[in-house]
Structure formats: structure tokens, C-alpha cells
């Protein structure tokens, strides 16, 4: 499937349906001048495991990655493709959905605040790229903030320490992680899943 920005970039997409849907995620990927796609590891691990859970999932490729039409923008236009992303994925029923990115993607979507959004869960964010999460940190939707312990990138212990003040926000840290989460992601996806188990429940 493909998404459309309002400034007519044209994004490659995917979506992994739930059997019996409980909640959806909007998925964002790492830096596309790193090698970030929508299948990294991260990214397509959650794609993969959230469904079976009740979480149907879209992902999608930034503005010129894959068959993405565009160049990538530093964040700027990267946030209207999650706005497009969003648009298409809205429930149709009352579900939640969730905005949830890894690395520049969770960077991202700490800068998008549309009223669909029903919580944020942030994945290593090096909170250095985009608009900045300013808006959302002080919005009263719940956030999840998963950290690597062994972070190449951003050390833990300072996103922990900046995330502290935000309002409704849950931080935990996986230990002997490193940014990528290699050998982690089941317990990444478990954390994830709480969270979203405690938000369908509210």
C-alpha cells in the first residue's frame, strides 16, 4: 500500500492486521542516512509480535527511503508522513492508537501531537532530532520511554534524567542492551505490550 503527505510525497507502507483488534500502532523507523528502514530490526520485530497480541500495525518508509518519493528533511518533512500514516490508519472503532518510533523515528514522533493519538511509545530516542519534544512531553496522554542500557548513541541515563519531568510518562531501561536491541527485542516487545495492555484497559 502506499500513503500520500500533503506535500505529495508518496510513502511505501505495510500494514500486519490483528485477528481480533484491541488497539493499532503507527511504527516509525531510525535514520534513513544511517541504513533506518521499515524493516530494521526493531521496527520489524514489533511488526510481527504487536498483531498477535491485538495490536494491528502499519509501518512505512520515510520520505526517500525504499520507493519513498522525497528527500530526507531532518525531521521536518518526515513529520507529515507520520500525519499521512496516521490519516490512513485511524480505527474505525473505538481503539487506541499509538504512535510508537525507534531511534529518529521515536525522535519524531515525540514532536507529533495530533488529538488521534491515544499514547506515544518511544523506542532509544536520542531526543536530538526534529521539532523536539516539547508539546508532547508536557501533554497529559500517556508516553513509554524504552532505553538501552548500553546506548551507542545517547547514554540512558541522560534521556532518563530529561524524560523525568515529563507529564504521564513511564521510562524503563532493558538491561545489556545496546541502541539496536539485539537479543532484546522479545523483552522490548513485552514491555510494549504492558504498556498498551494498561492503556486499552483505562
Known sequence: MSLVTVDSATLEAETNLASEER??????????????????????ELFRALPA?????????????????????????????????????????AVPLILLGWSFGADVVLSVGEPEIAGWIAVAPPIRFGRGPEAVAQDP????????????????????????????????????????????????????LAWIEQLISV
Not at 29 to 44: C, E, K
Not at 58 to 72: A, E, K, M
Not at 141 to 149: I, Y
Not at 174 to 189: E, K, M, N, Q
Open 53 to 93: 497480541s491485538g495490536v494491528s500495525c502499519l509501518r512505512f518508509n520515510f520520505r526517500g527511503v525504499g520507493t519513498s518519493t522525497g528527500t530526507h528533511d531532518a525531521g521536518e518533512g518526515e513529520h507529515l508522513d507520520v500525519s499521512a500514516a496516521l490519516e490512513a490508519f485511524a480505527p474505525k472503532t
Open 23 to 44: 488497539a493499532r500502532a503507527v511504527l516509525c523507523h531510525p535514520h534513513p542516512l544511517h541504513g533506518g528502514t521499515m524493516q530494521s530490526l526493531v521496527i520489524s
Open 141 to 192: 496522554r500517556p508516553k513509554l520511554v524504552l532505553l538501552a542500557e548500553h546506548d551507542e548513541f545517547r547514554d540512558a541515563t541522560e534521556v532518563a534524567a530529561e524524560t523525568a519531568t515529563w507529564v504521564n510518562c513511564t521510562t524503563a531501561t532493558i538491561p545489556g542492551a545496546s541502541h539496536f536491541f539485539v537479543g532484546r527485542t522479545d523483552r522490548l516487545a513485552d514491555l510494549a
